[in-house]
């Protein structure tokens, strides 16, 4: 799925007939075998976020029946913090895939109810993240959940399924009190990546160079203290 999501990328730019039959045959690949892994995360969550990608980007391209299949996939939200945005972000694009009204807002209001300042999973009112109990993990799960949270408040701005000003505060409140001091420069502590500092990949994964669309997300938010998202940004590139 991640190299069909490649394929994906590049057929959404530049269409190619071959490519785009490739493509099918991958996706109908997927569909016949059932894979599992034996990480129940690939399964639950995963295999949804590529699959999403693929079909959003392809959606006018491929047929009815393989958004259909796709979009079986894909979950309704449960679970907490991180792992219910990933979730209800499945929710949301099965609801675009089949233009179902009530899968997009029950997506969107999971999405917006774990925005909040908690003594649970999730932002935590000193601005750090809680995943997996009380364990700091504002990158990984915390990071994902900084990064999707602002691109879903950026996205929707503006449409009937627009978050309310409490929520942007609290992103501003993660971003701030919590993220931008376990940054320097370019590089984020290692120690806030929890049992994901373990894997091979995180080394290129450690940057915050990948926070510089989200601060011009967040900044377009027009959310307040501005001149501060401004200044981490600079520190950031700088």
């Known amino acids: 799925l991640a190299r069909l999501e490649k394929m994906a990328l590049a057929q959404y730019h530049d269409p190619d007939a071959q490519r785009l039959m490739a493509i099918e045959k991958g996706l109908e690949y997927w569909y016949q075998r059932k894979l599992k892994c034996p990480n129940w995360w ?3 969550i995963g295999q949804q976020l590529y699959m999403s990608t693929i079909l959003m980007l392809l959606r006018d ?3 009815r029946d393989l958004l259909r299949q796709g979009a079986g996939y894909m979950r ?9 945005i990933w979730l209800a972000t499945q929710t949301v694009y099965r609801g675009c895939l089949l233009g179902k009204d009530t899968d997009i807002k029950l997506g969107v209001n999971a999405i917006s109810r774990e925005i909040k300042i908690t003594s649970e999973e999730g932002v935590q009112v000193d601005g750090s993240f809680h995943q997996h109990g009380p ?20 996205i929707l701005r503006g449409t009937k399924f627009e978050f309310p000003k409490e929520k942007t505060d609290v992103l501003t409140h993660l971003v701030l009190e919590g993220n ?11 120690t806030i990546d929890g049992r994901a500092i373990t894997r091979s990949h995180m ?3 450690q940057t915050s160079l990948g926070a510089l669309s989200t601060l011009i997300q967040l900044l377009e938010l027009n959310v307040e203290r501005q001149d501060e998202i401004k200044a981490l940004k600079a ?3 700088g």
């Open 76 to 84: 309704n939200p449960d679970m907490t913090g991180q792992n219910r």
């Open 61 to 63: 391209s491929l047929s």
């Open 180 to 190: 931008h001091w376990m940054i320097r420069r370019g590089y984020r502590d290692p």
């Open 42 to 44: 690939y399964n639950d």
């Open 203 to 205: 080394a290129t994964r």
């Open 235 to 237: 520190h950031i590139e």
């Open 135 to 154: 364990y700091l993990l504002n990158g990984a799960y915390g990071w994902g959940y900084m990064q999707d949270c602002i691109r879903w408040a950026w």
